[in-house]
């Protein structure tokens, strides 16, 4: 008899089905997309949808998953894509072109297709049916959104209670720096390229813009001291980051209730609320592994289950 594993990956092949992992940056998506394609549909891959993390480089900075965690899952437009004269930016036009020929690669293949990451222009971008590179429909209230999709979806809304997530981005971002941030920023503005257009994409990437001050300033000394003004400058770059962390992750919020409900997309969420509650807090690791299987891994795989059977 054949197994859940091929029927399911049968059934999206026939059916054109992907599934969609969103949320605002810090809740979780790439972990649960990890745990869902390792331990319960292992016909899968992953394609990123976030517009920095696209661009080689900077990985801290960016907060790439690393290899280590994408534990074997293939990961695809996951720092693929390196800026030239030519094609200076990847654009939403590009991320719907290559993104469709890698699903339909890992269609072709009897997989599912994960598409996962923060950048909702880029997920409308792919998804719509009906696609005006023109137009931002992002840009306001009063926006129409092109309601026919191109694949059969299921979506997944990692959310977390924006002032609970708020207290752990900051918490995040200071965890990144003790992870090598700094020193992987000191090398970008060190790198006489960092002008050029082969970096002109992770020149938007939070950290660089806040930071570049810093480095441009003490370029010749940048490592932080007990210098008054140096340990000013690089507190005033660690709080705009942080600020701008958590305008980015409401940002990211707002376009999802856009798409919910403006666009009409079916999108049902998990609650993360708790396991980052508990992440923020520094609790036991095993504390919030239980939180997170109970109340965001379980949910998941029955949404996805169910999608994928139908």
Same mark, same amino acid.
């Given at each position: 008899?054949?197994?859940?594993?091929?029927?399911?990956?049968?059934?999206?092949?026939?059916?054109?089905?992907?599934?969609?992992?969103?949320?605002?940056?810090?809740?979780?998506?790439?972990? +649960?997309?990890?745990?869902?394609?390792?331990?319960?549909?292992?016909?899968?891959?992953?394609?990123?949808?976030?517009?920095?993390?696209?661009?080689?480089?900077?990985?801290?900075?960016?907060?790439?998953?690393?290899?280590?965690?994408?534990?074997?899952?293939?990961?695809?437009?996951?720092?693929?894509?390196?800026?030239?004269?030519?094609?200076?930016?990847?654009?939403?036009?590009?991320?719907?072109?290559?993104?469709?020929?890698?699903?339909?690669?890992?269609?072709?293949?009897?997989?599912?297709?994960?598409?996962? #990451?923060?950048?909702?222009? +880029?997920?409308?971008?792919? +998804?719509?049916?009906?696609?005006?590179?023109?137009?931002?429909?992002?840009?306001?209230?009063?926006?129409?959104?092109?309601?026919?999709?191109?694949?059969?979806?299921?979506?997944?809304?990692?959310?977390?209670?924006?002032?609970?997530?708020?207290?752990?981005?900051?918490?995040?971002?200071?965890?990144?720096?003790?992870?090598?941030?700094?020193?992987?920023?000191?090398?970008?503005?060190?790198?006489?390229?960092?002008?050029?257009?082969?970096?002109?994409?992770?020149?938007?990437?939070?950290?660089?813009?806040?930071?570049?001050?810093?480095?441009?300033?003490?370029?010749?000394?940048?490592?932080?001291?007990?210098?008054?003004?140096?340990?000013?400058?690089?507190?005033?770059?660690?709080?705009?980051?942080?600020?701008?962390?958590?305008?980015?992750?409401?940002?990211?919020?707002?376009?999802? +209730?856009?798409?919910?409900?403006?666009?009409?997309?079916?999108?049902?969420?998990?609650?993360?609320?708790?396991?980052?509650?508990?992440?923020?807090?520094? #609790?036991?690791?095993?504390?919030?592994?239980?939180?997170?299987?109970?109340?965001?891994?379980?949910?998941?795989?029955?949404?996805?289950?169910?999608?994928?059977?139908?």
């Amino acid at each position: 008899m054949a197994s859940t594993t091929t029927i399911t990956a049968a059934a999206a092949r026939r059916h054109k089905k992907i599934v969609v992992i969103m949320g605002p940056t810090g809740c979780g998506k790439s972990k +649960l997309s990890v745990d869902l394609a390792t331990r319960f549909f292992p016909s899968s891959e992953i394609i990123n949808s976030d517009k920095i993390q696209v661009y080689r480089g900077l990985d801290i900075t960016t907060n790439k998953i690393p290899p280590h965690e994408r534990k074997g899952v293939p990961h695809h437009l996951l720092g693929e894509f390196d800026p030239s004269e030519s094609h200076p930016e990847f654009t939403p036009s590009d991320f719907r072109s290559s993104a469709s020929s890698t699903i339909s690669e890992i269609l072709s293949h009897r997989k599912v297709p994960f598409i996962v #990451g923060g950048s909702n222009s +880029l997920i409308y971008a792919l +998804l719509a049916k009906k696609f005006d590179p023109e137009l931002d429909v992002f840009s306001g209230s009063n926006s129409v959104f092109c309601k026919e999709l191109r694949y059969s979806c299921c979506f997944i809304w990692v959310d977390v209670s924006l002032p609970v997530l708020n207290e752990y981005l900051v918490k995040r971002v200071d965890d990144m720096l003790d992870s090598g941030m700094f020193d992987e920023l000191a090398e970008y503005f060190a790198d006489p390229e960092s002008d050029s257009v082969s970096q002109s994409g992770l020149k938007k990437a939070i950290g660089v813009p806040e930071f570049e001050r810093y480095f441009r300033r003490f370029r010749d000394d940048w490592r932080l001291d007990d210098d008054v003004a140096k340990r000013r400058a690089y507190e005033e770059a660690l709080w705009a980051i942080k600020e701008n962390t958590c305008r980015l992750a409401k940002r990211q919020l707002w376009k999802i +209730l856009r798409l919910r409900d403006a666009a009409g997309w079916d999108i049902k969420s998990v609650d993360a609320t708790a396991s980052v509650t508990a992440a923020a807090m520094g #609790g036991g690791g095993r504390r919030v592994a239980d939180i997170w299987e109970r109340q965001v891994v379980e949910p998941s795989v029955k949404i996805v289950r169910r999608f994928l059977m139908e």
